[in-house]
Protein backbone atom coordinates (compact mmCIF):
# COMPACT_ATOMS: atom_id res chain seq x y z
CA UNK A 1 0.00 0.00 0.00
CA UNK A 2 1.22 3.20 -0.84
CA UNK A 3 -0.79 5.73 0.85
CA UNK A 4 -3.47 5.04 3.33
CA UNK A 5 -5.90 7.66 4.88
CA UNK A 6 -8.05 5.59 7.65
CA UNK A 7 -10.74 7.91 9.12
CA UNK A 8 -9.15 11.44 9.00
CA UNK A 9 -11.06 14.23 10.21
CA UNK A 10 -9.52 18.04 9.45
CA UNK A 11 -10.87 20.50 11.84
CA UNK A 12 -10.08 24.67 11.24
CA UNK A 13 -11.25 27.22 12.79
CA UNK A 14 -14.32 25.22 14.63
CA UNK A 15 -15.41 23.55 10.56
CA UNK A 16 -14.42 20.34 9.99
CA UNK A 17 -13.15 20.38 6.18
CA UNK A 18 -12.48 16.87 5.69
CA UNK A 19 -14.93 14.31 8.24
CA UNK A 20 -13.59 10.65 8.47
CA UNK A 21 -12.23 10.09 5.34
CA UNK A 22 -10.30 6.71 4.15
CA UNK A 23 -8.88 6.52 1.18
CA UNK A 24 -5.96 3.18 0.04
CA UNK A 25 -3.78 3.27 -2.96
CA UNK A 26 -2.15 1.26 -4.51
CA UNK A 27 1.54 1.15 -6.24
CA UNK A 28 -0.55 0.44 -9.31
CA UNK A 29 -3.81 2.36 -9.32
CA UNK A 30 -4.21 6.07 -10.93
CA UNK A 31 -6.85 7.81 -8.25
CA UNK A 32 -8.90 10.99 -9.63
CA UNK A 33 -10.97 12.93 -6.77
CA UNK A 34 -13.73 15.20 -7.90
CA UNK A 35 -16.29 17.43 -5.63
CA UNK A 36 -17.32 20.90 -6.01
CA UNK A 37 -15.70 23.68 -4.35
CA UNK A 38 -15.03 24.00 -1.14
CA UNK A 39 -15.88 19.60 -0.46
CA UNK A 40 -11.89 19.11 0.77
CA UNK A 41 -10.09 17.94 -2.24
CA UNK A 42 -6.95 20.07 -1.53
CA UNK A 43 -7.31 19.70 2.10
CA UNK A 44 -7.19 15.83 1.70
CA UNK A 45 -4.40 16.07 -0.69
CA UNK A 46 -2.48 17.93 1.80
CA UNK A 47 -2.95 15.31 4.34
CA UNK A 48 -1.52 12.77 1.84
CA UNK A 49 1.57 15.20 1.31
CA UNK A 50 2.08 15.27 4.89
CA UNK A 51 1.88 18.96 5.08
CA UNK A 52 -1.16 19.53 7.05
CA UNK A 53 -1.88 16.95 10.65
CA UNK A 54 -5.53 15.31 10.68
CA UNK A 55 -7.26 15.88 13.87
CA UNK A 56 -7.91 12.49 14.19
CA UNK A 57 -7.26 9.30 11.77
CA UNK A 58 -4.11 7.88 10.52
CA UNK A 59 -1.91 8.51 7.72
CA UNK A 60 0.48 6.31 6.03
CA UNK A 61 3.18 6.50 3.39
CA UNK A 62 4.80 3.13 1.66
CA UNK A 63 4.32 2.33 5.70
CA UNK A 64 5.18 5.30 7.48
CA UNK A 65 2.89 6.68 9.73
CA UNK A 66 2.56 10.16 10.08
CA UNK A 67 3.63 11.03 13.79
CA UNK A 68 5.75 7.71 14.09
CA UNK A 69 8.68 8.50 11.97
CA UNK A 70 10.65 11.73 10.57
CA UNK A 71 8.43 13.42 7.74
CA UNK A 72 11.94 14.51 6.32
CA UNK A 73 12.63 11.07 5.27
CA UNK A 74 9.05 10.38 3.74
CA UNK A 75 8.85 13.90 1.67
CA UNK A 76 11.06 13.14 -0.51
CA UNK A 77 8.76 9.61 -1.44
CA UNK A 78 5.89 12.31 -2.53
CA UNK A 79 5.80 14.18 -5.96
CA UNK A 80 3.94 16.79 -5.30
CA UNK A 81 2.23 19.57 -7.67
CA UNK A 82 0.48 22.02 -6.48
CA UNK A 83 -0.57 26.24 -7.34
CA UNK A 84 2.08 27.42 -4.86
CA UNK A 85 4.88 25.46 -6.10
CA UNK A 86 4.74 26.85 -9.51
CA UNK A 87 4.19 30.75 -7.88
CA UNK A 88 7.84 30.10 -5.87
CA UNK A 89 9.52 29.23 -8.46
CA UNK A 90 11.76 32.66 -10.19
CA UNK A 91 10.65 33.56 -13.64
CA UNK A 92 14.21 33.40 -14.63
CA UNK A 93 15.08 29.91 -13.65
CA UNK A 94 15.72 27.78 -16.66
CA UNK A 95 13.34 24.70 -17.03
CA UNK A 96 16.24 22.08 -16.29
CA UNK A 97 17.29 24.02 -12.87
CA UNK A 98 13.77 24.14 -12.42
CA UNK A 99 13.50 20.42 -12.38
CA UNK A 100 16.82 19.97 -10.89
CA UNK A 101 16.67 21.65 -7.63
CA UNK A 102 13.84 18.82 -6.76
CA UNK A 103 16.09 17.03 -5.54
CA UNK A 104 16.69 19.29 -2.02
CA UNK A 105 12.92 20.15 -2.48
CA UNK A 106 15.09 24.04 -3.59
CA UNK A 107 14.14 26.82 -5.36
CA UNK A 108 16.85 27.99 -6.52
CA UNK A 109 20.36 25.98 -7.62
CA UNK A 110 23.03 28.20 -6.05
CA UNK A 111 23.08 26.75 -2.43
CA UNK A 112 23.33 22.78 -3.56
CA UNK A 113 26.10 20.57 -5.73
CA UNK A 114 24.59 18.10 -8.23
CA UNK A 115 26.17 15.51 -10.03
CA UNK A 116 25.90 14.34 -13.54
CA UNK A 117 23.64 11.69 -12.71
CA UNK A 118 21.40 13.89 -11.68
CA UNK A 119 21.77 16.26 -14.12
CA UNK A 120 21.11 13.67 -16.58
CA UNK A 121 17.82 12.54 -14.65
CA UNK A 122 16.60 16.02 -14.64
CA UNK A 123 16.89 16.49 -18.66
CA UNK A 124 15.04 12.44 -18.45
CA UNK A 125 12.35 13.62 -16.38
CA UNK A 126 11.63 16.91 -18.83
CA UNK A 127 12.02 14.32 -22.44
CA UNK A 128 9.36 12.06 -20.26
CA UNK A 129 6.51 14.91 -20.38
CA UNK A 130 7.69 16.28 -23.75
CA UNK A 131 9.72 19.23 -23.02
CA UNK A 132 13.70 18.47 -23.17
CA UNK A 133 13.58 21.33 -25.76
CA UNK A 134 13.11 23.81 -23.22
CA UNK A 135 15.86 22.92 -20.63
CA UNK A 136 17.55 26.01 -21.43
CA UNK A 137 14.68 28.22 -21.77
CA UNK A 138 13.07 30.54 -18.61
CA UNK A 139 10.02 29.03 -17.84
CA UNK A 140 8.60 32.26 -17.48
CA UNK A 141 8.97 32.44 -21.52
CA UNK A 142 6.98 29.14 -21.47
CA UNK A 143 3.28 28.95 -22.56
CA UNK A 144 0.93 27.66 -19.72
CA UNK A 145 0.75 24.13 -20.77
CA UNK A 146 4.69 23.51 -21.32
CA UNK A 147 5.44 24.97 -17.95
CA UNK A 148 3.03 22.66 -16.43
CA UNK A 149 4.72 19.80 -18.46
CA UNK A 150 7.65 21.00 -16.76
CA UNK A 151 6.75 21.06 -12.97
CA UNK A 152 5.00 17.63 -13.26
CA UNK A 153 8.63 16.62 -14.34
CA UNK A 154 9.76 18.24 -11.60
CA UNK A 155 7.51 16.01 -9.44
CA UNK A 156 9.10 13.02 -10.77
CA UNK A 157 12.61 14.36 -9.93
CA UNK A 158 13.09 12.21 -6.92
CA UNK A 159 11.78 9.18 -8.15
CA UNK A 160 8.81 8.94 -5.95
CA UNK A 161 6.25 6.46 -5.26
CA UNK A 162 3.72 8.45 -5.06
CA UNK A 163 2.37 11.58 -7.45
CA UNK A 164 -0.02 14.24 -6.08
CA UNK A 165 -1.38 16.52 -8.49
CA UNK A 166 -3.54 19.46 -7.38
CA UNK A 167 -5.89 20.67 -10.38
CA UNK A 168 -2.88 20.70 -12.92
CA UNK A 169 -4.69 21.88 -15.58
CA UNK A 170 -6.45 24.98 -13.60
CA UNK A 171 -5.73 28.29 -15.89
CA UNK A 172 -5.05 26.57 -18.96
CA UNK A 173 -6.80 27.35 -22.42
CA UNK A 174 -8.02 24.72 -24.42
CA UNK A 175 -4.30 23.56 -25.72
CA UNK A 176 -2.32 23.55 -22.80
CA UNK A 177 -4.84 21.49 -21.33
CA UNK A 178 -4.78 18.85 -23.54
CA UNK A 179 -1.01 18.83 -24.01
CA UNK A 180 -1.36 18.23 -19.86
CA UNK A 181 -3.86 15.58 -19.98
CA UNK A 182 -1.92 13.27 -22.44
CA UNK A 183 1.13 13.95 -20.37
CA UNK A 184 -0.60 12.97 -17.57
CA UNK A 185 -2.09 10.09 -19.70
CA UNK A 186 1.12 8.63 -20.33
CA UNK A 187 2.50 8.51 -16.57
CA UNK A 188 -1.19 6.81 -15.79
CA UNK A 189 -0.78 4.09 -18.53
CA UNK A 190 3.33 3.46 -17.45
CA UNK A 191 3.16 0.42 -15.30
CA UNK A 192 6.77 1.92 -13.85
CA UNK A 193 5.28 4.77 -12.79
CA UNK A 194 4.09 6.05 -9.17
CA UNK A 195 0.68 5.63 -8.08
CA UNK A 196 -1.26 8.92 -8.61
CA UNK A 197 -3.81 11.11 -6.61
CA UNK A 198 -4.94 13.66 -9.41
CA UNK A 199 -7.71 16.87 -7.90
CA UNK A 200 -9.74 18.04 -10.67
CA UNK A 201 -13.18 19.88 -10.63
CA UNK A 202 -13.52 18.89 -14.19
CA UNK A 203 -14.67 15.31 -15.27
CA UNK A 204 -13.09 15.89 -19.30
CA UNK A 205 -9.71 16.74 -17.81
CA UNK A 206 -9.42 12.60 -16.36
CA UNK A 207 -6.66 11.18 -18.14
CA UNK A 208 -8.24 8.07 -19.62
CA UNK A 209 -5.89 5.39 -18.15
CA UNK A 210 -7.32 7.02 -14.79
CA UNK A 211 -8.21 3.38 -12.37
CA UNK A 212 -10.36 5.06 -9.73
CA UNK A 213 -12.38 7.92 -8.51
CA UNK A 214 -13.12 9.46 -5.37
CA UNK A 215 -16.29 11.44 -5.15
CA UNK A 216 -16.02 14.25 -1.87
CA UNK A 217 -19.01 16.57 -1.00
CA UNK A 218 -18.95 18.85 1.89
CA UNK A 219 -16.00 16.48 3.42
CA UNK A 220 -17.10 13.36 3.53
CA UNK A 221 -16.30 10.71 1.04
CA UNK A 222 -19.86 10.36 -0.92
CA UNK A 223 -18.60 7.68 -3.70
CA UNK A 224 -15.14 5.60 -4.10
CA UNK A 225 -13.88 2.87 -6.21
CA UNK A 226 -13.56 1.66 -10.01
CA UNK A 227 -13.49 4.40 -12.59
CA UNK A 228 -16.23 2.94 -14.45
CA UNK A 229 -18.38 1.94 -10.75
CA UNK A 230 -18.32 5.97 -9.59
CA UNK A 231 -17.69 8.32 -12.68
CA UNK A 232 -21.48 7.99 -13.66
CA UNK A 233 -24.81 10.26 -13.92
CA UNK A 234 -26.22 9.13 -10.55
CA UNK A 235 -22.99 9.40 -8.35
CA UNK A 236 -21.72 12.77 -9.91
CA UNK A 237 -25.55 14.27 -10.25
CA UNK A 238 -26.10 13.59 -6.21
CA UNK A 239 -22.01 15.34 -5.93
CA UNK A 240 -22.49 18.08 -7.60
CA UNK A 241 -26.19 18.53 -6.62
CA UNK A 242 -27.06 18.87 -9.78
CA UNK A 243 -28.46 16.83 -12.74
CA UNK A 244 -25.95 15.74 -14.94
CA UNK A 245 -25.74 13.18 -18.18
CA UNK A 246 -22.24 11.51 -18.23
CA UNK A 247 -20.81 10.09 -21.31
CA UNK A 248 -17.43 8.29 -22.25
CA UNK A 249 -15.99 8.17 -25.47
CA UNK A 250 -14.07 5.61 -27.47
CA UNK A 251 -10.79 6.85 -25.96
CA UNK A 252 -11.66 7.05 -22.78
CA UNK A 253 -12.25 10.77 -22.14
CA UNK A 254 -15.62 11.66 -20.18
CA UNK A 255 -17.81 14.36 -20.54
CA UNK A 256 -20.67 15.61 -18.13
CA UNK A 257 -23.52 18.27 -18.89
CA UNK A 258 -26.27 19.03 -17.58
CA UNK A 259 -29.66 17.63 -18.76
CA UNK A 260 -32.12 19.70 -20.51
CA UNK A 261 -35.06 21.09 -17.65
CA UNK A 262 -38.36 19.33 -18.77
CA UNK A 263 -41.56 21.28 -19.38
CA UNK A 264 -42.16 24.44 -21.81
CA UNK A 265 -39.38 27.60 -20.91
CA UNK A 266 -40.49 30.92 -19.93
CA UNK A 267 -39.26 33.39 -22.23
CA UNK A 268 -36.92 35.89 -20.51
CA UNK A 269 -38.44 39.74 -19.97
CA UNK A 270 -36.19 42.45 -20.77
CA UNK A 271 -38.91 44.62 -19.62
CA UNK A 272 -36.81 46.92 -16.93
Known amino acids: MVLALDRVTVRRDGTTTLDDVSLRVRHD????????????????????ALALRPASGTVDVSGNRLGSVDVRIIRPTIGVLSPSVGEQLRPGLSAHDAVLTAVHAALEPWWHRYDDAEHERADRCLAQL????????????????ERQRVLIARTL?????????????????VAGREQVVGALDEIACD?????????????????????????????????????????????????FAIDLRVERADDGRFRAWASARRGPRRAPSWRA
Request: hydrophobic share 40%; proline share 7%.
Open 29 to 48: ERWVVLGPNGSGKTTMLRVA
Open 130 to 145: GVRQFRDRAIGTLSSG
Open 157 to 173: MTDPVLLLLDEPTAGLD
Open 191 to 239: PAAPAMVLVSHHLEEVPPHVTHALLLRDGRVDACGRVHDVLDGEHLSRT
